[in-house]
């Protein structure tokens, strides 16, 4: 069953007016960002969205990356506990102001800089004449850009499966663009909010998680199609462009940034990344089978107050490893059994200190199913 604890009083007027402004909003400026052909004559100017010559990818970069850098600064120089539900809070953990630090260094440095203000300041016609082009929709969290590209196959089957034995997903909330997006909003009053009121949790919702595989598997085919087209060994341009529109259109525009983004409020801040995101999926089977060895284990002084599961943006029932009829018991749980990113939310949210990302060691701890 699909369980979320919402009820009709849960949002304030001017959040449904939020709502009913940011749903279409989100979608119409998506529609303009990745299809701009769709809504122009044949043959009409690319540049007609263009705002002071910049195209709509500038322009959502900078908004994105704005709003993401000021909750970060706003969260380092806050030093708060963002996850504590009272309104007296905790200094911010080191733990919290080191992930902090990754994602407004990564989004600003990374995501920003780098591939939107180094080339269009030596761009020709200068850095207020973007030239006239599509959005790309080969971002590297769908895995098959890694068949097309020697640097990026490095960086996702080598360098990313290292990392996750050695930090679990983290790369998830300390890193990656989409996830910098989710970790921002989700210590925002009204995010916090949506995690934990509107995230799907229960069994059903657990099991949707199939979904995820199932796109992983079609990027992998595409990936492998790719391939075998680039060697010439099996050619096949009509289902290649099938695949591609597919991608484009579900995965990418529908999935990846209408619902990836536009549901935060109806959805909690990380529906893609739980159910679409195949990067995700492949992190979580690399963990599962290398025994990544990070873990969250609770300790014996869980009370079973249950605020560590409503925190959960990845809507992983964590009580169920601290506590059994509110007596403690001590379960860790890693990329095994759960989809966690290692957000930390759970550890700072808790009140009594009950959990904590420890390593695990073989014969240390139970690591059992979440079942
Ligand atoms: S799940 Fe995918 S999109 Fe989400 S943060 Fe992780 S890599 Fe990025
Ligand atoms: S671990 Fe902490 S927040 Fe979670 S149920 Fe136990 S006491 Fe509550
Ligand atoms: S279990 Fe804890 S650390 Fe893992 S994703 Fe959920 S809140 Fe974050």
Request: glycine letters at 8%; proline letters at 6%.
């Amino acid at each position: 069953m699909i369980t979320t604890t919402h009820t009709t009083s849960s949002r304030s007027r001017i959040e449904w007016l939020f709502l009913g402004l940011f749903l279409p909003t989100t979608f119409l400026f998506y529609l303009v960002y990745k299809y701009p052909q769709w809504l122009l004559p044949e043959h009409g100017d690319l540049r007609t969205f263009y705002l002071f010559g910049k195209s709509p990818g500038f322009w959502y970069a900078t908004l994105y990356t704005g709003l993401v850098a000021a909750v970060c600064v706003w969260v380092l120089i806050g030093n708060k506990n963002r996850y504590q539900r009272s309104k007296k809070k905790d200094p911010l953990t080191p733990y919290q102001r080191a992930k902090f630090l990754s994602i407004l260094l990564a989004q600003t440095v990374g995501f920003y800089i780098v591939p939107f203000i180094l080339p269009a300041l030596s761009q020709e016609g200068g850095f207020w004449n973007d030239p006239p082009k599509v959005a790309t929709k080969a971002a590297h969290v769908y895995v098959y850009p890694a068949f097309q590209s020697a640097g990026l196959a490095v960086y996702l089957f080598v360098v990313i499966p290292v990392a996750v034995w050695f930090f679990g997903k983290r790369y998830c909330s300390w890193f990656c663009s989409c996830g910098n997006l989710a970790e921002a909003v989700g210590v925002l009053p009204w995010g916090a909010k949506w995690v934990r009121l509107y995230t799907p949790r229960g069994t059903t919702a657990k099991k949707l998680e199939v979904l995820q595989t199932v796109i992983l598997l079609f990027a992998l085919f595409y990936g492998a199609m790719l391939l075998l087209d680039g060697v010439r060994l099996f050619t096949a341009p009509s289902l290649l462009q099938s695949l591609q529109a597919i991608q484009d259109l579900l995965i990418d525009f529908l999935f990846g940034a209408v619902v990836g983004v536009g549901a935060y409020p109806l959805l909690g801040t990380r529906i893609w990344c739980r159910y679409g995101c195949p990067l995700a999926k492949g992190m979580q089977l690399v963990g599962k089978f290398t025994r990544s060895r990070y873990a969250v284990v609770p300790n014996d002084k869980c009370r079973g107050l249950g605020l560590c599961t409503q925190v959960c943006p990845m809507g992983i029932d964590v009580a169920s490893f601290a506590h059994k009829d509110k007596k403690p018991i001590q379960i860790a749980f890693g990329l095994d059994t759960t989809p966690c990113i290692g957000c930390g939310g759970c550890i700072d949210v808790c009140p009594v200190d009950a959990l904590s990302f420890r390593e695990i060691r073989p014969g240390t701890l139970a690591v059992v199913s979440s079942e």
